[in-house]
Structure formats: C-alpha cells, structure tokens
C-alpha cells in the first residue's frame, strides 16, 4: 500500500458545486478506534513492506477537532518501524487554518495541501459556503498564516469552463502565493457531479488553454513546478523508469489506495469510490473486523479487480496515450459508463489526452 486516506468527517464547511461527496453537510466523524484500526489494518498486513502516506482528505479535514488528528499522528508514530513509516499529509480547503493547526503541522511534519481555484472571482464563484459567501478570503487568510509559519503547501485547483479564459492570469496568482506545486484537477462527472462544465465545453477552448498555460510556463523558465507538465515531461525524459510512470496505475490497482470512512469502510482504487452508497456500494469491508488479506477474498473485490483488469488491457491494446496514462480512472469509467470494463472516457479525453497533446505539440 502506498496511500492510506482517512476521512477525518464527512462535513465539508463550504459547499463547492462540482463537490463529488454525496454527505457534505453530515457531521458525522471518525473515532479513535477507527483510527487505530485503520492504522494496525496497515502496519499487520505481511504485505506492507515500504513506507506509506496517510492523508486526511474527503470532506472537510480540519472541521474535526484536532485531538483526532493528535491520535493519528501519535498512532502512526507508535507502529512506525524500520520498514514500514508513515508520513502525514492533509487536503484542506484552508478556511480553517489558525495557529493552532499551523502548530500542528509543525510538531508532526504534516504535508499540507490547500484547495483554491485561481483568483478570487474565479475562486468565489464556484467555491461557496452554503450562505452564498466565496471561500477565497479565508483560504488566503489560512495561507498566509501557513507562510507567517514557514509551513511549505501545494495547492489543488478545480479548471470549470469559467477558468478557461484565463490562463495567464490563474499562472500569474499561483505563482506570487508562493505554493510547492500546483496540480489541476478538473470540474469532473464523478460522485453525485452530474454535470461537468468542461465537457461541455468546447475542446478547442480548452485545447488553447493548454497551449497558453504551457507557453507561460516555459517563457517563466518553468519557475512553478506545475503537476501536469511535470508529470507528463518526466514521462518523456525517463521512460518507464520515471516515477509517473510507476505511480500511473495507482488507482487501478487494489490496495495501492487505501480509502478508509468514518465508520472503518474500506475501498480501495479511486479515492472517489467511497462516495458511493448503496447497492453499487465499493466498501469491501470494515478496519475494526478484518484484516486485509480477508478482505482480498471478497468475492466483490475479486469481481471489481478482473474488470478493472480487462479495462485497463483494453486501452492497453487501443489507446495510443496508454504510456502516459496507465489505463485511466476506476471512478470515472464507472460514473461514466457504469462499467470498469470501459476504455475512453471525457475525463481522460480532457484530463489526459489533450494535456498530452498540446505538450507535444508544442516540440513540434
Ligand atoms: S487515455 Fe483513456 S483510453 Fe487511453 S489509456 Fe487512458 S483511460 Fe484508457
């Protein structure tokens, strides 16, 4: 296992309209004994032979209290062993931050990530509290207390039809507050998001996009590290060797990712799967019951595993960008299709395919 991710709460503070979590306004929490059973599901496994990233993430993490936090770390610090160590790591949407958090992430080296799209009319217009209020003002408060601390971050943004005529100024903004990195996801049908706003957009819009973020990257000497350009140029340079490459099929791979909620669920490929309820439902087990060895012999999981299988061999056989991509997304296949099995989708035709091309075009 590489990933563990916990959901810390199922509440998110703000209510951002492309969220894919279906209980964002639930405050339901996770408990200590989650925690630690989630932790010792890990540390147990005979399989777990390199160190692993625990990262609190779905919903919003820092609207729990902190003493939660307190345990994880102290729980990851009590099993941490010569082999298998784990390292912290928290998405956060960054309203939240205050001293006490900053304090926090020092004592326990946590990796903080903060989500923000842009500017702050870009921002405020799709990352809202439920009064109508824009999240960026906090945000930008929370990361300038993270740089008052010295506290390093990374950011994630959302690109919706909105951001696409924007290109140099999004650049412009991520690069005077100072981030890590910065790495583009995109407003995508996935969880209870129905509607993407960038597939329905015109391609060649966001095709030009592409091409003027990665022409203001290079004419800034590539300055911020950009997560997509970075990924995808490394693929170019080093091959199979890259670490892209090795990490690409992360989420086809079960266990790789280890999604944990707030009663002790598991699921495992796409982080996004445990969002969904009911019959379709991908939690194969529970951290405080069974080990993970038991739960490879769910016969759900078996069935899951042989269709994400046959998926990712048939864009292997038919998709020329397979190299750069490892076989796409389990969750975006299923809320595409309704089918692992599946081979193209919207969400790698403008998550992947295009990105990849405008890149190499550029060589041209
Ligand atoms: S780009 Fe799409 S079709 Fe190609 S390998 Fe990835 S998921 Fe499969």
Known sequence: MDLLILQMTEFCNIDCSYCYLPHRSSKKKITKPVITASL??????????????LVFHAGEPLTAPLDLFQHAADEARRLSNERVSVKLNVQTNGTLINKTWCDFFIKNDVKVGVSIDGPQALTDLHRKYRSGAGAYAPAIAGIQLLKENGIPFHIIAVLTSHSLQFPGEIYSFFKSIGPTSVGFNIDEQDGINKDSSIYACDEARYREFWKTLFRIWVDDNRSL?????????????????????????????AFSIVTVNTDGGISTFSPELIAIDGEQSFVYGNVLSDSFEYILRNPKLIQDISQINQGVTACRDSCDYFFFCGGGSPSNKIAETASFEATQTEYCRFGKIVIVDEIMKSFD
Do not use: C, M, Y
């Open 40 to 53: 010792e599901r890990v540390f147990e496994s005979a399989a777990q032979d390199r160190p692993f990233t």
């Open 225 to 253: 590290e950009i997560r997509e350009f970075k990924g995808i140029l490394d693929l170019v340079a080093h091959g199979e060797q890259s670490v892209d490459f090795i990490n690409s099929n992360q989420t086809n791979r």
